[in-house]
């Protein structure tokens, strides 16, 4: 089992950065691979950004490529999300998930394990 608790999230103005934090507690989570999804009321989820277990491989939506950065110290059990020149688009709950080994993926399905959501608010 892993749990996972994000951090990070808040209110930003547009343009404005944030990094959020998915830390991980139960198996060694340098063997699972960790993706971002983020979530507003009415919509689905949506997928954000993945990283594979070693860190070697990443993988964006083109909605947030060139503006958010996914990265991981496996020695901290911690997943990041970089979030820079943020939009009010942007504006949703963010979960961070995890599963067992492979590379990245983009399909919430794919997931094992998830956290509670961290809400970040873009104003205009």
């Known amino acids: 089992q892993v749990q996972l608790v994000e951090s990070g999230g808040g209110l930003v103005q547009a343009g404005g950065s944030l990094r959020l934090s998915c830390a991980a507690s139960?198996?060694?989570?340098?063997?699972?691979?960790g993706g971002w999804f983020r979530q507003t009321p009415g919509k689905e989820r949506e997928f954000v950004s993945a990283?594979?277990?070693?860190?070697?491989?990443?993988y964006y939506a083109d909605s947030v490529k060139g503006r958010f950065t996914i990265s991981r110290d496996n020695a901290k059990n911690t997943v990041y999300l970089q979030m820079n020149s943020l939009k009010p688009e942007d504006t949703a709950v963010y979960y961070c998930?995890?599963?067992?080994?492979?590379?990245?993926?983009?399909?919430?399905?794919?997931?094992?394990?998830w956290g509670q959501g961290t809400q970040v608010t873009v104003s205009s």
């Open positions: 990283v594979s277990w070693s860190g070697e491989n990443t």
């Open positions: 139960g198996r060694s989570f340098s063997t699972y691979s």
């Open positions: 998930a995890a599963k067992f080994l492979g590379s990245v993926f983009t399909s919430e399905n794919e997931y094992s394990y």
